[in-house]
């Protein structure tokens, strides 16, 4: 029996070390070479703070913040647009099925190409400009491709990321028991009182994983910026890798990704603490309604 | 259940005897060579060449162009050139990580502006070429000196010569502004028409600024030899950044060479900074019309060109001295005028297509030293692309 | 009840449409993209391209970097799906049988490669591997990506493993069935949904996969995604990178449509074991 559990335990090992192994030594080399330690190449000066300050300039802190604002912009954006969709190919209608597969496609698109094929559309002589043209609604195109507010970005985000939440959301709500809403139906809940009720109190933090998945990815995007973002600033990623490849400055990068790693760790906790207060709440809320009806 | 851990765990050593030879390809040493190809004879360097047999080239252009090279050599010399066509931050890059190896795997490398300050900095590279080379006599005596305002000694074979110039849609600009008060009106009687890239992001929009800097700040003489940034010098360029920050809104700053092209195209912008050579192969590529028409304002832009190096480390320096010599030739220099359409870097070439003439090449400037540029670049981003 | 039906009916033409549009359109302009003559470009301000040829697409195929670029891409996302399955399988074989201390705790770690951010693991693994040697070698590339195929394969593996009903292996064992007939004429039965799953999701996000290969291939090796990057960047061309859009999405998306059921399928324990 003993000699099993070893076993157990040894072939568990290769996947987990081998992913805790890659991780804690990128992780570990990351912090460190912010202090200015364990350069691999190079000479290792020991521990300092110069670079956490060098790496504090103007450029970081935009860069840091046009991140911040389209991690949270388009994050929120697809799971506000993916959450009504869910709802619509929960409903038992012939062809759902078949959307719901054709509605996937652009998560098994390459997040660069994903980029490209929006900006085809939003170029100057693109297909959305020849088309509002073509209407007669605008007299001369319009400049959206490089603009500084990260609007195309966002298109591109949202576009790319609709499928994800969906799947996490569509999940969460195939969950919700036929039960219950055929139950509250009895009880002749009309459709926005089952809403609000049932389905949103029940799916809600499937929504907020969700949420939280995308806004980490989206944060640290590099290629949909790289290949669509505004000319300044640039993301937080995008900055990171410009540093060390034309200036080899490794420890300002590494100032950089552990800023953007801590970012991530305190978005997602603050998503997950507000969320956690927010369907406290709505549980209350939904369950107290339905007994009184 | 213990057979399946006993199979599972075979195969985990399968996994990693199987995988040891995949990562030792990483770490394939080459033969050892000793000799110096600068004491050496021409002849003795193409000997020693033919005995190594095998030359690797990294460029970031004109895959097709390398292809019909590499035949060509390898029927002349015998000697196989593999070119790797990889990206021009990249080879830098790799270059500089094996810098500290006996051998790395580099022979030749081309050398553009972007690479020529890390090339420097980090001392990556072997020469002076010049006095080894014997094409290098009827190569561009400039480029053999200078590149992107820095003094390069000789270290660096010029491949071709490039120029900046504005280039237009003649069909939407009649006449296009030639000197630098047309140019002024011309930009606010054309919001939005006018652009060019990001000076960090290529070489046509650091000229744009460069002119701009000319033309604002008093000239281009006083830098001269200069090899730090004299403050007192830069004073005035606050002149550049206002009047760039004024028509920030009617000036389209771009992401890259190809971007002021591909914009062009697609009939956003009229005018454009851009390179001959780029624009002439976007023409070949079907990038854009061929109608599009180049030319150097009157008050001047600069230009440069790229050349070739070969790193300290390389494991076949005669070869590679070989090729780079063979690269220069006369014959090659007329094949690569023909074939890519760049301004080749010697001067007994017929023929050359490009799209300026020898009467606008007479604007053409040099680059101020290469530490302004560098500030050049720093300031434009806190200057004009940080202001709001 | 029948209104509620109607007013769902009429939102999911509506969306149906958009949908088409939404999907649709990009897709058409990467192909009429990727088709524009050589010879005639396609400029403002004509609508459509004068002239569709492929000869931009013979171009490519012969004087670009794209059969190298498909070779390394093809080779390294092969070696990765291999490797990752063999480094995969015995851990998502106890995973799934054994619920082990700290389950939990282990498949979190084993989903933080594809939550970190990309572009930060990609910068310091090849930091590390330059220091050891391995960047600029395919080796390298096949390392990275194994680590960015192991949360999908172990997550499909092991849900393929939970769904083998404890009963059947019970039955089998009563009966006196050897070791070696249990792997085949069981394990791998019950597992081959998610095996199948599992390499092809592992093969095609190595194709897809970018910042690593950028990082730790070029200039030496170059893949589908960081050939694409170029001609999105300084040396932006929208026909070719309509055409390695295409080769690099096209074949991927044809695979997983067809695969798709089988993936949902065996990602629900319950369907899979009711089948079983």
């Known amino acids: ?293 | 259940m213990k057979k399946v851990s006993r199979i599972l765990l075979l195969s985990l050593v399968i996994f990693v005897l199987a995988g040891l030879p995949v990562m030792a390809g990483g770490g394939k040493e080459k033969k050892e060579a000793s000799y110096d190809i600068a004491a050496m004879s021409w002849d003795e360097i193409v000997e020693q060449a033919k005995k190594e047999g095998t030359v690797t080239h990294y460029a970031w252009y004109w895959k097709e162009h390398w292809d019909k090279m590499a035949v060509d050599f390898e029927k002349a010399y015998g000697i196989k050139a593999t070119v790797v066509v990889g990206d021009e931050t990249s080879n830098f890059n790799k270059a500089v990580a094996e810098a500290k190896l006996a051998k790395g795997t580099i022979d030749v490398m081309n050398i553009g502006g972007k690479g020529v300050k890390i090339a420097f900095d980090e001392n990556l590279f072997y020469g002076p070429l010049k006095d080894i080379i014997p094409n290098s006599k009827y190569l561009d005596k400039n480029l053999l000196q200078f590149q992107e305002g820095f003094v390069t000694k000789g270290y660096f074979i010029p491949q071709h010569r490039n120029q900046t110039g504005f280039a237009y849609n003649p069909d939407k600009v009649k006449n296009p502004p030639r000197t630098w008060a047309e140019f002024e009106k011309w930009i606010d009687e054309h919001p939005k028409q006018f652009g060019f890239n990001d000076p960090n992001k290529g070489g046509s929009g650091q000229s744009m600024v460069h002119t701009l800097i000319k033309q604002l700040a008093g000239g281009l003489e006083k830098y001269e030899g200069d090899v730090d940034v004299v403050e007192s010098k830069v004073a005035d360029w606050d002149n550049v950044w206002n009047w760039l920050k004024e028509r920030k809104d009617k000036i389209v700053f771009t992401s890259s060479n190809a971007d002021s092209i591909v914009r062009m195209n697609d009939g956003e912008l009229d005018l454009i900074v851009a390179w001959d050579d780029d624009l002439l192969n976007k023409m070949k590529q079907g990038v854009i019309f061929d109608k599009v028409k180049m030319y150097i304002p009157e008050f001047g832009l600069a230009g440069g060109g790229d050349t070739f190096g070969i790193p300290n480390n390389a494991p076949h320096k005669a070869a590679a001295a070989v090729w780079i010599n063979f690269l220069t030739d006369q014959a090659q220099q007329q094949a690569m005028s023909d074939g890519v359409g760049a301004y080749p870097a010697r001067d007994d070439i017929k023929g050359t297509k490009t799209n300026l003439t020898t009467e606008d090449r007479k604007y053409a400037i040099p680059w101020f030293p290469a530490c302004y540029k560098k500030y050049m670049i720093e300031q434009f981003t806190k200057q004009v692309l940080m202001s709001k | 009840m029948q209104k509620l039906k109607k007013i769902s009916i009429v939102l999911f033409v509506v969306f149906c449409l958009i949908q088409l549009l939404w999907i649709g359109a990009p897709v058409f302009m990467a192909v009429l993209w990727s088709l524009v003559d050589v010879d005639t470009p396609w400029s403002y301000p004509d609508m459509f391209p004068k002239k569709l040829s492929f000869s931009q697409w013979s171009y490519a195929w012969n004087h670009t970097n794209l059969k190298r670029a498909m070779v390394t891409s093809y080779t390294v996302a092969t070696l990765t799906s291999f490797f990752t399955l063999l480094i995969s399988l015995p851990t998502s074989y106890i995973l799934g049988r054994k619920k082990p201390r700290g389950k939990r705790f282990i498949e979190t770690v084993l989903l933080l490669p594809i939550v970190l951010p990309g572009m930060v693991i990609a910068l310091f693994v090849g930091r590390i591997f330059t220091s050891i040697g391995l960047v600029q070698s395919m080796g390298g590339i096949v390392l990275g990506h194994i680590l960015l195929g192991i949360p999908y394969m172990t997550r499909l593996l092991t849900s393929s493993f939970e769904s083998i009903p404890q009963d059947v292996l019970d039955a089998a064992q009563d009966l006196g069935t050897g070791r070696i007939r249990m792997i085949f004429k069981i394990y791998f039965p019950m597992i081959r949904l998610g095996f199948i799953a599992g390499t092809i999701f592992v093969f095609i996000k190595s194709i897809e996969e970018f910042n690593l290969s950028f990082i730790l291939g070029l200039p030496t090796y170059e893949t589908i995604p960081t050939m694409l990057y170029t001609y999105l960047g300084y040396n932006f061309h929208r026909t070719y990178a309509s055409i390695i859009s295409l080769i690099l999405t096209v074949p991927n998306l044809i695979i997983l449509l067809l695969i798709e059921q089988k993936i949902k399928t065996s990602l629900t324990p319950r369907s899979a074991a009711g089948k079983g």
Do not use: C
């Open chain 1, 1 to 293: 029996m003993k000699r099993s559990r070893l076993t157990d335990y040894i072939l568990l090992l290769p996947a987990f070390i081998y992913v805790s192994l890659f991780l804690s030594f990128t992780l570990f080399m990351m912090i460190s070479q912010s202090f200015g330690l364990f350069s691999l190449l190079g000479e290792t000066e020991g521990f300092t703070l110069q670079y956490w300050k060098s790496a504090m300039i103007q450029e970081s802190f935009d860069s840091f913040f046009y991140s911040m604002k389209i991690g949270l912009v388009s994050s929120t954006l697809v799971v506000v647009i993916a959450y009504p969709i869910a709802l619509i190919l929960n409903q038992e209608i012939r062809g759902a099925r078949i959307v719901g597969s054709l509605i996937k496609i652009p998560y098994f698109i390459n997040a660069m190409v994903a980029a490209f094929l929006i900006i085809n559309i939003i170029a100057y002589h693109g297909f959305l400009n020849q088309f509002l043209m073509f209407l007669g609604f605008i007299d001369e195109p319009l400049r959206m491709r490089n603009d500084d507010f990260g609007t195309g970005v966002i298109v591109i985000q949202v576009w790319k990321n609709i499928p994800f939440a969906l799947l996490i959301i569509t999940a969460s709500i195939a969950g919700v028991s036929k039960d219950v809403i055929d139950a509250a139906k009895d009880l002749r809940a009309g459709p926005v009182r089952i809403f609000f009720s049932i389905y949103l109190p029940l799916t809600i933090s499937g929504a907020v994983t969700a949420h939280i998945l995308l806004f980490i990815m989206i944060f640290g995007d590099f290629a949909i910026y790289s290949v669509a973002g505004p000319i300044y600033p640039q993301s937080l990623t995008a900055r990171m890798q410009l540093i060390v490849s034309n200036f080899l400055q490794w420890e300002e990068a590494s100032v950089l990704a552990t800023v953007l790693i801590i970012s991530v760790i305190v978005v997602a906790s603050t998503l997950t603490f507000i969320s956690k207060k927010y369907i406290g709440i709505y549980e209350k809320v939904g369950y107290a309604e339905i007994k009184k009806d």
